[in-house]
């Protein structure tokens, strides 16, 4: 059986936690970091009709701080970044706990699969959208210092993002270590602004009570409940958090929350609270309006830095989550090139790159400010940390054998707070949410799609699948000629007889002495250590049945993976391997299965999905691709 292990951390030689801890700063808390350049100003934004009064500012603050605590230091750094796969974290390692994607099994394992998909789609428009605002909102600080370079900000904006994504493909290893150092100094500049000014104005502290947050909504009404939605945008990133698990390990990533992260947060966004007390007309960019007059374009610079580096870790997330999907079967293969001979991790994906640049750009041209884009911003994250909590019910009760009392009161109180703000987000819908909604839709439907057509192509192929053991009893009475060499089959059925297999004995007569039928299967634990990876079977006359079996974070290569094969039997360094792979041509058809525009697109994703030659990393020169119609 293969044996699961954890992923080490990406700097191993880093033992301190303490260090690790200020290089997860440009991983982990980019996102999370960058909020209150924009966060506390949508709150007070004309569309919720909020008098800047020293009540509403101390009930938004109280809002705030307890959303911070509540969500991120309760939820995600005390119970949700316990649930990690074997050391890995994310949406798709959460569900892949409760259920296989690859065999659902169980009472409602349908209904989490498809919340597993539904979230992860989800962080896919996250990961539009985040890059986008994070930008533009540092670069409007050029207005502040500045109004006369107004007109630029956009081109500016663009100019960084298409110069951030033409950056990914030379990859991160060789600036990873100064991200940490540059969100250090942020974090302290933030904390600094904000203790500059509640000094000047200390009772922003009364803010702590939250009776006032009570009072806020209950003054506010309908109103209040709605400025919910701005208030959520000091929580976005908390997803990340549990996500880069793997990457650091639980312990650094605590670590710089509670010391410095949080800490730096909440003087930031009570500081702001502290001018607005003192002048309400800085509610247009409290932010900025912190800082001296001679501090602002080393401020600006600082946080384009910052938003930057919280944009890399939006992408890199996304790049990982695809290569996870892949994985699970849940998107067709597509072009995977490493960036990194140290990191496996590290890789990169061009067509996921180009759509979240095309992506990016098409926001900042058509939402044109950071607070445009905000009405767009919160809808996706909110479902996503919803599912997150639905998703924690089952894990609690299956896998950590909670009580059903304790495994509702506790994941009831967090459903409770993620329900409310995804309440209050629910009208940004109709002024921009629509679209990570549209992009989410739209990629649930690829990756279910893909799901189903995958199911559909298994049972179409064993149809006509005969198993080996009664084709090599066949062969016993008109033997063909066997030949020199190892033929190695690639089949995704590791009992029937791959169909590149009767074709070549049909057509060419011959039979190596030596055949192999290898699967690839994926586990549902991120890594399986190399020495447990395989798993030989000699079935007879030569025949033999091979499973290579990787984790969800590893990238599969055969011919790799082969040479550490030790069995006698079997000498896979040998020059003589020919790989025999089947290339199907789908016909979409009236057949009972999923409805026939499904099996075109089906169709349509599997013709443009990267060759299993090159996915597999097969020596195209020893690759024999054999070609068929299957009819779904």
């Avoid at 394992?109 to 498809?114: C, D, E, P, Q, R």
């Avoid at 500016?156 to 951030?164: M, Y």
């Avoid at 290579?548 to 040479?563: E, K, Q, S, V, W």
Wanted: glycine fraction near 8%; charge should be negative.
């Amino acid at each position: 059986m293969a044996e699961a292990t954890k992923s080490p951390a990406p700097l191993e030689e880093v033992k301190q936690p303490a260090i690790l801890s200020l290089i997860a700063l440009g991983i982990v808390y980019g996102d999370i970091g960058t909020s209150p350049l924009y966060a506390l100003r949508e709150c007070f934004h004309e569309q919720h009709s909020l008098e800047v009064s020293a009540a509403n500012i101390l009930g938004l603050l109280s809002l705030v701080f307890w959303a911070l605590i509540l969500i991120i230091s309760v939820k995600y750094l005390v119970f949700i970044l316990r649930a990690d796969n074997d050391g890995e974290g994310g949406i798709l390692a959460l569900a892949s706990l409760v259920t296989s994607f690859k065999k659902p099994e169980g009472k409602g394992s349908g209904l989490i699969v498809a919340m597993g998909l539904l979230g992860a789609a989800l962080l896919y428009a996250d990961g539009m959208i985040t890059p986008s605002i994070s930008v533009l909102s540092a670069v409007e600080g050029i207005e502040v210092a500045t109004p006369t370079l107004k007109p630029y900000v956009q081109a500016i904006t663009i100019a960084i993002l298409v110069g951030l994504f033409l950056f990914q493909s030379r990859g991160t290893a060789g600036v990873g270590l100064i991200f940490g150092p540059i969100m250090l100094v942020w974090f302290i500049t933030l904390s600094g602004l904000g203790i500059a000014q509640i000094v000047q104005a200390p009772e922003v502290l009364w803010a702590l009570n939250p009776l006032h947050a009570a009072q806020f909504l209950l003054g506010n009404g309908f109103g209040g409940f709605l400025a919910l939605g701005t208030v959520f945008l000091v929580v976005t990133g908390g997803e990340a958090l549990y996500a880069d698990i793997g990457h650091f390990g639980t312990r650094p990533i605590r670590l710089g929350w509670y010391s410095l992260v949080l800490p730096a947060l909440l003087l930031n966004y009570f500081g702001q609270g502290a001018l607005l007390l003192d002048e309400p007309a800085n509610v247009a960019n409290p932010f900025y309006r912190l800082a001296p007059s001679w501090a602002l374009y080393p401020l600006v610079v600082l946080a384009t830095a910052a938003t930057v580096i919280a944009s890399q870790a939006v992408i890199t997330g996304a790049f990982s989550l695809t290569l996870q999907a892949m994985q699970f079967g849940l998107c067709p293969r597509l072009t995977i090139r490493h960036t990194s001979h140290e990191q496996a991790g590290q890789v990169y994906l061009p067509a996921v790159n180009w759509v979240l640049m095309l992506a990016c750009i098409g926001l900042v041209l058509g939402f044109r400010t950071s607070s445009n884009l905000a009405a767009a911003y919160g809808v996706a994250i909110t479902i996503t940390m919803v599912i997150t909590s639905i998703l924690f019910f089952f894990l609690v009760r299956q896998r950590w054998n909670w009580s059903l009392p304790l495994a509702l009161i506790v994941s009831g109180l967090f459903l409770l707070v993620d329900l409310s703000f995804l309440g209050a987000n629910l009208p940004k819908v109709t002024h921009g949410g629509w679209f990570p909604l549209i992009v989410a839709g739209g990629t649930y439907l690829l990756m279910s799609t893909w799901m189903a057509g995958r199911r559909l192509l298994e049972v179409r192929m064993n149809e006509n699948s005969v198993p080996i053991e009664l084709f090599l009893a066949d062969l016993l009475n008109d033997a063909p000629i066997r030949v020199p060499g190892m033929a190695i089959f690639l089949t995704g059925n590791p009992l029937g007889t791959p169909p590149a297999l009767r074709h070549n004995v049909t057509h060419n007569k011959v039979l190596h002495e030596t055949v192999v039928l290898l699967t690839v299967a994926t586990a549902d634990v991120p890594h399986v250590r190399v020495a447990h990876r395989s798993e030989i079977e000699e079935i007879g006359e030569g025949v033999y049945r091979l499973c290579l079996t990787y984790g969800f974070m590893d990238t599969p290569n055969i011919p790799l993976a082969l040479l550490t094969i030790r069995d006698e039997r079997l000498d896979f360094a040998r020059l003589d391997i020919s790989y025999f792979v089947g290339r199907e041509d789908l016909l979409a058809t009236e057949r009972p299965g999923i409805a026939i525009w499904r099996e075109q697109l089906f169709a349509w994703m599997t013709r443009n999905s990267q060759r299993a030659t090159d996915y597999f990393h097969l020596p195209p020169d020893q690759v024999v691709e054999v070609g068929g119609q299957i009819e779904l």
